[in-house]
C-alpha cells in the first residue's frame, strides 16, 4: 500500500513539469505582454521594468529560472498585483476557494445523494421521474442564470441574504448552493444509477432472503457498492470545487483563485498564471490519488489492481 | 482527514473584518487596485483610493477644477511662469505623526523619476527641468533636476517650459509624496514592487489613513488624526468594495450596501431613468470615444478615404440611441471646455461631401474598395457601436465592414504593431489641458499608434510647449487640432461621461470632468431622499 502511494506520488512530478512546461511557453506565445496598456509605456520604462522581472534574459534561461525557483516554493513576482509574489496570493486565495469548495461539496452531497437514493428506491416511478428531471434542470441551469436568480429571490425580494462578499456565514450560502447545484445534479445521476446496479445483485437478494429490514439492505449493504461511480468522480470535481470558480466568484465577488486566475490569463500575468495552473494541477494529481485511495478502501476488487 | 485539513486551511479565511463605528461611506471601486504605492500605478481605481491616502502640494476645487493649497499653504509663480516657490505648512506631519517637509517632496520624485523604478505616469514630471533626461537615465545627477530644498518648508521648482496646468496637475497621484522614512525601510529606493504599501506599514499625508485591505475584498481607510484639515473631513471612514463585476455592483447598490458605485450597466440606465432618476449620476467626463485609421495602410493612406469615413458617421445617432447615458457626440478630438478651450474645428456629418471624397480617391459608391475591418476589444458597448458604424457606412458610402473583436492584450498588440485597418480606441485626459490629448498624436509618439505623421502639426505642438501667452498658447492648439481632424486619422465618436449610482444620502458631492470625488467633503444624511 505504502510503495502504491509513493509510486502514484512519484508519477505526479513529471505530469507537474510538463503542465508547467507547456503553461510557461504557451502563456508567453500569446499576443500582447504584461506591460501593455491604454497609455503606451515609454520603451525605456518597458525595458528597465523587464529587467527587473528578468524578462529580457533568454527565454531558455527564464524558463530554468522559474523551474529552479518553483522546486523551491516561490512562484516569482506577481507583474499586475505589484507587492506581492504569486505564493502569497495563492496563499491568500486557495483557502477562500476551498471552502467555498467544501460547503459546495457539501450542498452537492447532501442533495445530490438523497435524491439519487430516492428515485433509485422507486425506479420509473413519479418520484424518480420529478427527481431525475429536477437533476437535468440543474446540469442545465449554467451558475450565471443561478446565482444572480437567487440573488434576486433571497436577496432583493426577501432581503433575507446578502447580495455578494465573503464575510459572515450569510454571505456564504448562496454561493455555496450556486456551485454545488451543478454538482448535486451529476451525483444524482450517479448515485441512482450506481444503486440501481448494485440493488440488482445476488447478494441483495441473499440480504433480503436473510430478512433484513429494506433501510439496512439499503444503508448497509448496497450503498456501499452504490457509491463507488460518485467516488470515482469525485476525486476531479473536488479538484475542480476547491480551486474556484470564475463565474461564481465573480457573481458573488468573492476573493478567490478561480477569480484571480482569470484575470491573471487576461492580464498576460505569466507568472501567475503558471503559478495558478501548476497549483491546480498538484491539486487535480492529489485529489485523484485521494478518489483512488477511498475507491480501493470502499471496493475490495480494487485493491489487487 | 482531508475534510479536516480542508476545514484547517479554509479556517485561515474566516477573519471577516470589522464593521466601522461612525459614518462611513461606501463605494464600489471597480477593479482592484494593483497597488497602493501612488507612483506605481496608473489606474482610475486606484486614484479614487489614493487621493483620500495622500495630498500633493495643491489640490483642485471639485467644482471648479482650480488649483487649491494642499499640502502646500501657499506659492509663488515667477512672472515668466518657470519657476514655483511652495510655502508647505508649519506643522504639517504624515500620518504616523513624522514632519513633513519639502525634503520629502524632492526625495519623492527624484524616486518617481529614477530610471529603475520605471514609473509609467513620470512622464508628467517631465515639465521639470531635467526632469527627462534624468528619468531616461541620460544623467545621474538629481541636482540638475528642477527641485530644489530652499528650507524645509520652501520647495523651489524650476520647469522646461511654462505649463499652466502647472498647479492643477499636483492633485495627481504622480506628484504625490511618499513617506522615505517607511520606504527604505522596505527596501532601496528605485525597488519596484516592495511591502512599504500595505495596510500597516503605508504612511500618508492624506485626510485619511489605511486601516485595512483586503485584496478583492475590501480597503478601508479612516480619518487621519494628522491632517493639517482634520477637523473638516467629514466622513468617519471611506470603504472601497472592488467588484468588478457591473451586475454585482449594481444590485450590491440596490440591496443599499454601497452609497456610491464606479459604473452602471449600460441596460440598467434606461431602468434607473424612468423608476429612480434621483440616483442615476451623469456628467461630462474628460474623455473621449474615437476611431483610429491606420494611415500606413493602403487605401488608408489617402486622407480622402479617411475624411469619407469620418463624415459619414452620424455621431448623433450614436450618441442618443446607441449610448443612452447622456453621451455627447464628438466633433472633436479635445472634449469642449477642457480648460477653456473648445475645438474651432469640428468632423461634420456630411454625406455628400463624404461621396464626392471618395469618388475623388477611385472608389465611387464604394466600388474597388476593399472590406474595412473595425477592430475592437470585447465589450458589449463597442461591439454595438461597431455594428452601427458598419451600416452606417455601408448605407451612407456603400462601403463593406467587417466587424473584429480581439482580447484587450491581443488588441493592445494589434494598434501597437499597427496591424489593423480602423480600430476602436479612446483617450482620458490625465490632466485638463488639450494639449493632454492632441501631444498623443505627435511623429512617433508613443500613443499615436495610428502611424500619422505631420511636420505642421508637430511644429504647432512644440511651438505651443514654449509659448507663455495663455490665449496664443491656445490659438496653436487650435491650429493644430484643424490640421489632426482635417487630415483624419482619427474619427471622433463621442465624449464620455461619468455615468454612476449615488444614493440620495450622500451630500457634498461636486460633479467635475476628471470623475475625482473628495471623500473629506462627503456626509450622509439618512432620509437625504427628499430632495
Known sequence: ???????????????????????????????????????????????????????????????????????????????????????????????????LGLYALAVALAIGMGAGLLAALRPN??????????????????????????TLVFSLWMGWLPVAGWTTPAHKILPAITLGAMYAAYIARMTRGGMLETLSQDFI?????????????????????????????????MAGLFTGSFVVETIFQIPGLGREFVEAA??????????????????????????????????PRARGQ | MLFAAVLLLAGCSCNPPPELPGMV???????EVQDLDPQQVTGVAEHRVLCSLFEGLAGVDPATL???????????????????????????????????????????WRRMLSPRLAAEYAYLLHCLRVAEAYNAGDTDDFSTVGVRVADPLTLVVTLEHPTPYFLSMQSHCAWYPVPRHVVEKFGAMDERATAWSRPGSLVGNGPFLLRDWQPNELIQVVRNPHYWDAAAVKPDAVAFYPIDNLQTEERTFRAGNLHLTATVPMHRIPVYRREHPEQLRIHPYLGVYFYRVNATKPPFTDRRVRRALAMALDREEIAAHVMKSGELPA????PPDTAGYTSRARVAFDLEAARALLAEAGFPGGEGLPPVDILYNTSEAHKTIAETVQRMWREHLGVD???????????????????????????????????????????????????????????????????????????????????????????????????????????????????????????????????
Open chain 1, 1 to 99: 500500500m505504502t510503495g502504491f502511494v509513493l509510486r502514484r506520488l512519484l508519477e505526479i512530478v513529471p505530469v507537474l513539469l510538463a503542465v508547467v512546461t507547456i503553461t510557461f511557453f504557451l502563456v508567453r506565445l500569446a499576443p500582447g505582454g504584461p506591460f501593455d496598456s491604454e497609455k503606451r509605456l515609454e520603451p525605456k520604462a518597458q525595458a528597465q521594468i523587464e529587467a527587473f522581472y528578468r524578462l529580457d534574459r533568454p527565454l531558455h534561461r527564464q524558463y530554468l529560472d522559474y523551474l529552479w525557483d518553483a522546486a523551491r516554493g516561490d512562484l516569482g513576482p506577481s507583474y499586475r498585483k505589484t507587492g506581492r509574489t504569486v505564493t502569497e496570493w495563492v496563499a491568500l486565495r486557495l483557502p477562500v476557494s476551498m471552502e
Open chain 1, 266 to 299: 487576461f492580464n498576460r500575468d505569466y507568472t501567475m498564471v503558471t503559478g495558478t495552473v501548476l497549483v491546480y494541477a498538484a491539486l487535480v494529481a492529489l485529489l485523484n490519488l485521494a478518489a483512488d485511495l477511498a475507491q480501493a478502501w470502499l471496493d
Open chain 2, 25 to 31: 461611506i461606501k463605494a464600489g471601486n471597480g477593479a
Open chain 2, 401 to 531: 465592414a467587417r466587424l473584429l473583436n480581439q482580447d484587450w492584450k491581443v488588441y493592445l498588440s494589434s494598434l501597437n504593431t499597427l496591424d489593423y485597418a480602423v480600430a476602436r480606441s479612446s483617450w482620458i485626459g490625465d490632466v485638463v489641458d488639450p494639449v493632454n490629448f492632441l501631444e498623443c498624436f505627435l511623429t512617433g509618439g508613443g500613443n499615436n499608434r495610428c502611424g500619422w505623421s505631420s511636420p505642421a502639426y508637430d511644429r504647432l505642438i512644440r511651438e505651443s510647449y514654449g509659448e507663455v501667452d495663455p490665449a496664443r498658447r491656445l490659438e496653436l492648439l487650435q491650429q493644430a487640432e484643424e490640421i489632426l481632424l482635417d487630415d483624419a486619422p482619427i474619427i471622433p465618436v463621442y465624449y464620455y461621461t461619468w455615468t454612476f449610482l449615488m444614493s440620495p444620502e450622500v451630500q457634498g458631492f461636486q460633479p467635475n470632468m476628471l470623475g475625482l470625488f473628495r471623500w473629506q467633503d462627503l456626509w450622509l444624511e439618512p432620509g437625504g431622499a427628499g430632495k
Open chain 2, 331 to 334: 466633433g472633436s478630438l479635445v
Open chain 2, 66 to 108: 482650480e488649483p487649491v493649497p494642499g499640502a502646500a499653504a501657499s506659492w509663488d509663480v515667477s512672472p515668466d511662469g518657470l519657476t514655483y516657490t511652495f510655502h508647505l505648512r508649519p506643522g504639517g506631519k504624515w500620518s504616523d505623526g513624522a514632519p513633513l517637509t519639502a525634503e520629502d517632496f524632492a526625495w519623492s
Open chain 1, 125 to 150: 416511478s413519479l418520484l424518480d421521474h420529478g427527481v431525475m428531471s429536477a437533476a437535468m434542470l440543474g446540469i442545465c441551469l449554467p451558475g450565471f442564470v443561478l446565482g444572480p436568480l437567487l
Open chain 1, 205 to 237: 437478494r441473499t440480504a433480503r432472503a436473510k430478512g433484513l429490514t429494506e433501510a439496512r439492505i439499503l444503508l448497509r449493504h448496497a450503498l456501499r457498492g452504490g457509491i463507488q461511480p460518485v467516488v470515482a468522480f469525485l476525486g476531479p470535481a
